[in-house]
């Protein structure tokens, strides 16, 4: 990992430890309030979340499978963009706390920031990712290691990134993970062929998102 320990940017940093979906949206509506309000900065909610599918709302709700199958863990609908997910143990989600306004009010630059931010925190750890187009998330190979979904308030962010650090991946065999048919998931860990921590890696990438805002701003 890189020796310098300090972002480029003021990107606030909060780890929140494990803790349900529910919780995670609650206190992500009270940040982007207090973020809205001027009350705060910028912030990065770094955490892990017990073991839950979530989709976003929408009408096709085909990549939760079978409904005639039971899935193993609850499903949560939530006001983020996109098709189902897992959120596990050894995942590393990020929710960046963002006035958007500061960063040009364009999503799609952001999501390319986010990808660029994880790509960048993989190769700390010697981790080979790449973006694919037309794909929102992040790929070794074939293989993808990290979803991206994101929602808006009054140009304030929500939602963000969750990163497969390490953990146990069947949970996204019984879903259609982001609506991709035959995908295979991987972790940074299986990538790296060792163990990494996920406040470990939770430390890189919040460097790596904070050079990325400041290079959306346009000053890197």
Known sequence: M?????????LG?????????????DVQNEAVRARRAGETGDVLLLLEHDAVYTIG????????????????HPVFETNRGGQ????????LIGYPILDLRTYGK???VYLRAI???LIAACGEFG??????ESLTGVWCGERKVAS??????HWISMHGFAINVGGDLSPFAHITPCGIGGVEMTSVSVEAGREIGVREFAEAAHLTLADELLRLRGEL
């Open 127 to 132: 981790v080979s990712a790449q973006a694919r």
């Open 13 to 25: 940093k909060r780890w929140l430890g494990q803790i349900p979906y529910s919780q995670g949206l």
């Open 84 to 91: 189902a997910t897992y959120h596990g143990p050894g995942q």
């Open 148 to 153: 991206i979904g994101v929602g808006v308030r």
């Open 2 to 10: 890189s020796n310098d320990p300090q972002p480029s940017v003021a």
């Open 106 to 108: 364009d999503l799609h």
């Open 57 to 72: 709302r929408t009408r096709d709700r085909s990549s939760l499978g079978d409904s005639d199958a039971p899935l193993p």
């Open 115 to 117: 990808e660029r931010a």
